[in-house]
């Protein structure tokens, strides 16, 4: 339609309506209101370009060089749009699979999330209606795909490049017929003298051949490019109204598919908006419930705190370090207070400070700690020094009766400031002669020397209490080399050879080198043939020359080949040698041992059972919590082993870090820290275990370590997480960190560890509030030295 004759008719149909430079002016067909979109053709031939034709005239020849360059414009311009339109296609395809897949994938994940009861059965009920819905809608953009494909992309790429190609061709045959007829015309005139009349007559027939089949190629060239040049946009609109038509189509029955679900939508998103109504009053709920017993649990937490920490220790504990106190300054004028900052000194049962230009003779205050007591700055009473520490983080007083002292003192960090608490709290306790629950009496292990609190800031101790150095110096869980590490340990610096460690594990060769997340011994042929396959398989270290710590030690003694043979060679035991693949024997065969590893630790040939469901499921998570519970190493690596078929990656991660709701939230590293089983928990984290996973008391391993008794283990544990960096800043429900649980329970060589982990984390820095203090009163603090620091006391 729309072929036919002019008319006004502009704005008739409102998607061509005026207000455009090139609707202002086309032509509307009257009778449809639509847009004139082709001139009449004209259905008399062209008399001039068909006389040009059969005279074989240039004038034919120039206008098919003309019509061979538009020819060629065309394709060249067909070619983007036939490009755009298959990439369409595609896009569709991919938008159907990606579908398919979101189908699946959402309701894996709302079967999931299914709130179960007869609640869950409604709840599926409606995923699955959903996804059913999808499919169908999935199923019409797939007919659509198909249908556009047959009558729009295919179709255009034929007429519009393959025609034209069948045309340039047939333009070749003309030119090839022309240039045989004009040679051929050439040879009779150069020798129609000299031909007999019988020869001549035979060359007129074969001149009159070639002339009819030039003619014949011309009007076939002339016809089709004639045809192709009056039509060619009429068969674009014609594909475009063929793309409209199945689109309309397709939103129909799209439109027809979901018309149904109208009212159930309906009364479903209000029973949502229901439920997020009582979602939102639940969580308030929650929030002033949770307030309230915090404050209630806060304060008794404070008073259990106080009874525990005030041990006897002894009036020898000696603690130093730099605090910021409020004094009255003479060169700031009468009543001027500012913050300076002092070196405090608590020894012999009194406190004294000293300026950082004095000598330790010349400390002052030295207030005795009998007549002391601390009190912690309480923001909403009024009291004067409440009003000054308002604004400055980490303050508390120290409140002497004779001589009357109050000091307002600011430490420099919340842990600085519980350790000096601490500190003064328990020597007052010890003067008065208080014996809390829990105190080892004056000579405890509360008094001056390893362990205790007369130990220098910042030592690190040995599991036995041994001096090792500043914080700086020791690199807890830097161990040494695994021979050395099992001659400390008591192995006379030999590989156990009850477990099958002192050979290759592979080949019963002299064993260099050890897989540490198999717990497993290797030759130097075998090592190589391990590294091979991937740390995701197997990680490699040297016996002699890499660097093993007290975790990685326990697990190679708890470990080994034998147990490695008996989980990943199962099979291979119990069919009388694995169908025929031998094992590699002594050294040498360096094909044949990669071979080997391949096929035992690759292709998991001799495992018995197994694979990636019982890790995705959970159901091996659990396993794997319950045999490390049980302290059964090898049932541990037996379920990780065949459970994660991929080996160290999500799958073992998800595993290993499985919550068990039952129980409190916990993981199975939870159980290896309060078990003290190292061996178990270095597995745990080779295999990908969150070091700094919370159950719901939000404890981490590092704080259950830390609530062991002070004994060598709890210790051990606590170094081992440190090395691996644990963080130590990490708060309970109750505001505990592992530092604080370790004081709280006496553990005073876990605090150590503690607090030097904190250190490295960079948890106990100057407050920033502190340090631009110290820049603002630079100036005044130098003219005050040179006063030498005269103060009203």
Same mark, same amino acid.
């Given at each position: 339609?729309?072929?036919?004759? *002019?008319?006004? %008719? %502009? ?9 455009? !430079? ?11 209101? #639509? ?13 001039? +370009? ?24 065309? /394709? ?11 990439? =369409? ?9 990606? *579908?398919? !897949? ?43 795909? +198909? ?62 051949? #070639? ?7 011309? =009007? ?92 006897? +220790? ?38 004294? =400070? ?77 003067? #008065? ?6 105190? %080892? ?48 340990? *008591? ?36 090592? *190589? ?42 099979? =291979? ?14 050294? %040498? ?32 998570? #659990? ?93 051990? /544990? ?76």
């Amino acid at each position: 339609g729309g072929g036919g004759g *002019g008319g006004g %008719g %502009g704005g008739a149909i409102p998607g061509f309506g005026g207000g455009n !430079t090139h609707t202002d002016m086309a032509m509307f067909d009257e009778a449809t209101g #639509l847009p004139v979109f082709s001139p009449p053709i004209d259905t008399s031939p062209n008399m001039e +370009e068909i006389e040009n034709l059969v005279r074989d005239s240039p004038k034919f020849k120039d206008l098919l060089i003309n019509w061979d360059k538009d020819l060629a414009e065309c /394709m060249e311009a067909s070619k983007r749009t036939i490009k755009s339109a298959e990439a =369409y296609l595609r896009a569709n395809e991919e938008a159907v699979s990606a *579908g398919q !897949t979101l189908a699946s994938d959402l309701q894996e994940f709302g079967n999931m999330l299914s709130p179960g009861g007869p609640a869950g059965e409604g709840y599926a009920m409606v995923i699955s209606e959903w996804r059913l819905v999808m499919q169908e809608l999935l199923i019409l953009r797939t007919v659509l795909d +198909e249908q556009l494909q047959a009558t729009f992309a295919s179709s255009l790429k034929s007429y519009f490049q393959v025609e034209p190609r069948a045309m340039r061709k047939h333009k070749v045959n003309y030119e090839t017929a022309r240039s045989r007829y004009a040679s051929a015309m050439q040879r009779y005139l150069s020798h129609a003298a000299a031909l007999s009349e019988s020869d001549k007559a035979q060359s007129q027939f074969e001149l009159m051949e #070639l002339k009819e089949k030039l003619a014949s190629c011309g =009007y076939t060239i002339y016809q089709e490019v004639n045809s192709f040049r009056t039509e060619r946009h009429l068969v674009l609109l014609e594909h475009l109204f063929y793309f409209m038509f199945l689109h309309t189509s397709f939103f129909h029955h799209g439109y027809h598919t979901m018309q149904h679900s109208d009212t159930d939508i309906s009364v479903l998103r209000e029973n949502v908006s229901q439920l997020r109504r009582d979602t939102a009053a639940l969580r308030e709920s929650i929030k002033s419930t949770y307030v309230e017993v915090r404050e209630k649990a806060s304060a008794t937490l404070a008073a259990e705190e106080m009874a525990t920490t005030l041990a006897s +220790e002894g009036a020898s504990i000696k603690k130093e370090g730099w605090m910021y106190k409020l004094v009255t300054a003479g060169i700031s004028g009468p009543g001027m207070r500012r913050w300076k900052r002092k070196w405090f000194v608590l020894d012999n049962g009194r406190l004294g =400070y000293r300026s950082k230009n004095t000598s330790p003779g010349e400390s002052k205050g030295n207030i005795d700690m009998l007549l002391t007591t601390v009190r912690l700055v309480d923001q909403n009473k009024n009291l004067p020094s409440n009003k000054v520490a308002a604004s400055r983080a980490f303050t508390f007083e120290v409140i002497c009766a004779s001589p009357r002292v109050e000091w307002l003192l600011q430490a420099e960090s919340e842990q600085d400031k519980a350790e000096w608490i601490h500190a003064l709290q328990t020597v007052t306790a010890n003067l #008065l002669g208080v014996q809390m629950p829990g105190s %080892g009496g004056a000579g405890g292990p509360g008094a001056d020397g390893p362990g205790g609190h007369g130990a220098r800031s910042g030592s690190v101790l040995s599991s036995d209490g041994e001096y090792l150095g500043s914080a700086a110096d020791n690199d807890m869980g830097a161990g040494m080399s695994l021979l050395d590490g099992l001659g400390n340990m *008591g192995d006379d610096g030999q590989m156990p050879a009850e477990n099958g460690n002192d050979k290759c594990a592979e080949c019963d060769s002299a064993a260099e080198w050890a897989s540490i997340n198999l717990g497993i011994t290797l030759c130097l042929e075998c090592s *190589g043939a391990h590294r091979s396959m991937g740390t995701h398989i197997t990680k490699v270290r040297s016996l002699a020359m890499d660097s093993w710590d007290r975790g990685l030690l326990e697990f190679m003694r708890a470990s080994g080949n034998s147990m490695n043979r008996r989980i990943w060679e199962a099979k =291979y035991t119990a069919d009388g040698g694995g169908a025929g693949e031998q094992r590699p024997s002594g050294p %040498g065969n360096v094909e044949v041992k990669k071979k080997w590893t391949i096929s035992k630790y690759t292709q998991r040939k001799w495992l018995d059972g197994g694979g990636e469901d019982e890790a995705k499921s959970g159901e091996g998570g #659990l396993k794997l919590y319950e045999a490390v519970k049980a302290r059964q190493l090898e049932q541990a690596m037996t379920v990780l082993i065949t459970g994660c078929k991929q080996g160290i990656g999500p799958a073992s991660s998800a595993m290993v870090n499985h919550v068990n709701t039952s129980e409190y939230g916990r993981v199975a590293l939870h159980c290896a820290v309060e078990n003290g089983d190292l061996a178990c928990a270095e597995v745990l984290v080779q295999w990908g275990a969150d070091l700094n996973v919370q159950d719901s008391h939000g404890r981490t391993p590092m704080h259950l370590a830390a609530s062991h008794s002070d004994d060598a283990e709890g210790v051990y /544990m606590m170094e081992w997480l440190a090395g691996k960096k644990a963080d130590a800043d990490i708060r309970d429900l109750l505001g505990r960190t592992p530092a604080d649980l370790a004081m709280i329970r006496g553990n005073q060589k876990g605090a150590t560890v503690a607090l030097k982990r904190e250190h490295q984390q960079g948890s106990l820095v100057l407050d920033q509030e502190a340090s631009e203090a110290m820049i603002k009163t630079a100036a005044a603090a130098a003219a005050e030295a040179q006063l030498n620091d005269q103060e009203d006391e």
